[in-house]
């Protein structure tokens, strides 16, 4: 259907034609498409994400600071190179993830990526069907390229030798590159007890890389077991 404001595209201006906002919105959503973005993440914006609990615990606070990082990891774009956002599941770092992602395609108007890890190994081991018609470059080339990538769930499979090394090489290009790369993961530097802890799953090469080129994030939850916070009674 045409836009009523233009019909095609663009309004006449006594300083001459200027694009209609219908041709952006149709231009953001092509982005938004091109980003991968998981269905169940595309509402998730940073002015979306709440903070948890009581505003004097500590998961707030976390909570709350990460926030306040993302946002200014948006507003200092391209200052930033590394996010690494570790917290347990359900406090929202693929939401915050997601919400730079969003906010970097309006802002710039230019595609970002969202990968999950797990997917990605899968779908490049699958190159090695002699059958497949992509190579693992067809599928590695956006990973490297795109200005602004989040790696969701760091650490969701157990890491061997050959995804270790396809790790190191797209983080490394990407730090070379200056690229701004969002990670993700489930797993801590510390654990009370015998819980694994990020290096245990990817390994102690990779966890030292991404302590050069990444900021952690700590985010804690409610059922963060290590967390200092006495219960409420
Ligand atoms: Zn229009």
Not at 18 to 38: D, F, N, T, V, W
Not at 146 to 173: C, F, I, K
Not at 186 to 212: M, P
Request: glycine share 6%; hydrophobic share 35%; with cysteine.
């Amino acid at each position: 259907m045409p836009c009523q404001e233009c019909k095609f595209g663009w309004i006449l201006t006594p300083q001459g034609a200027k694009p209609c906002e219908c041709k952006r919105i149709a231009q953001r959503e092509k982005l938004i498409e091109k980003a991968s973005i998981p269905a169940r993440y595309r509402h998730c914006t940073i002015d979306n994400y709440h903070p948890q609990g009581s505003p004097e615990s500590n998961y707030f606070l976390s909570q709350a600071t990460a926030k306040i990082i993302a946002a200014r990891v948006i507003s200092e774009f391209p200052t930033e190179q590394g996010l690494l956002l570790q917290g347990h599941c359900g406090v929202g770092k693929t939401h915050l993830a997601v919400g730079i992602l969003h906010s970097l395609i309006d802002r710039n108007m230019e595609a970002g990526l969202f990968c999950d890890l797990t997917a990605l190994f899968t779908k490049i081991q699958s190159t090695w069907n002699p059958h497949s018609s992509d190579t693992t470059l067809d599928i590695l080339t956006p990973i490297l390229q795109s200005p602004y990538l989040v790696l969701d769930e760091l650490g969701g499979v157990r890491t061997t030798q050959w995804s270790q090394d396809l790790l190191m090489q797209v983080v490394n290009a990407r730090y070379t590159a200056n690229l701004l790369t969002i990670i993700t993961t489930n797993y801590l530097d510390t654990e009370a007890g015998s819980a694994e802890i990020l290096t245990d799953r990817v390994g102690e090469r990779i966890r030292s890389r991404l302590k050069q080129m990444a900021r952690p994030v700590q985010i804690l939850g409610t059922d963060y077991r290590s967390s200092r916070e006495s219960p409420r009674l």
